[in-house]
């Protein structure tokens, strides 16, 4: 039941800037961790950028100093925003949403949305 909804992707030239969103929808526990994961042509997927509930980051080495996450609790929606892209930006880009049941349990549930893709092209 619960839906995590990706957007602003799509082409953009190398150097150009991107701001993704996700907004989660439906029930769930106590929101934990919002993050952006993506996945290249024929490669894995990989962690971009996370966002705790109390702010705390983290960034992959590949896009720090160039991406900002931010988070609206209020409208349980995530954002990425990613200056100076590269053609090696260019994956399908995946919303994860982490739960808990409280912010201590060692349970976590976790989701997430159907991707987006950016593409980076001259």
């Known amino acids: 039941q619960v839906q995590l909804e990706e957007s602003g992707g799509g082409l953009v030239q190398p150097g150009g800037s991107l701001r993704l969103s996700c907004a989660a929808s439906?029930?769930?526990?106590?929101?934990?961790?919002m993050g952006w994961y993506r996945q290249g042509p024929g490669q894995q997927r990989e962690l971009v950028a996370t966002?705790?509930?109390?702010?705390?980051?983290n960034y992959a080495d590949s896009v720090k100093g160039r991406a900002t996450i931010s988070r609206d609790n209020a409208k349980n929606t995530v954002y990425l925003q990613i200056n100076l892209l590269k053609p090696e930006d260019t994956a399908i880009y995946y919303c994860?949403?982490?739960?808990?049941?409280?912010?201590?349990?060692?349970?976590?549930?976790?989701?997430w949305g159907q991707g987006t893709q950016v593409t980076v092209s001259s």
């Open positions: 994860n949403l982490q739960t808990r049941p409280s912010m201590y349990s060692p349970i976590t549930n976790s989701y």
């Open positions: 439906g029930e769930f526990d106590t929101v934990y961790i």
């Open positions: 966002i705790s509930t109390w702010s705390g980051t």
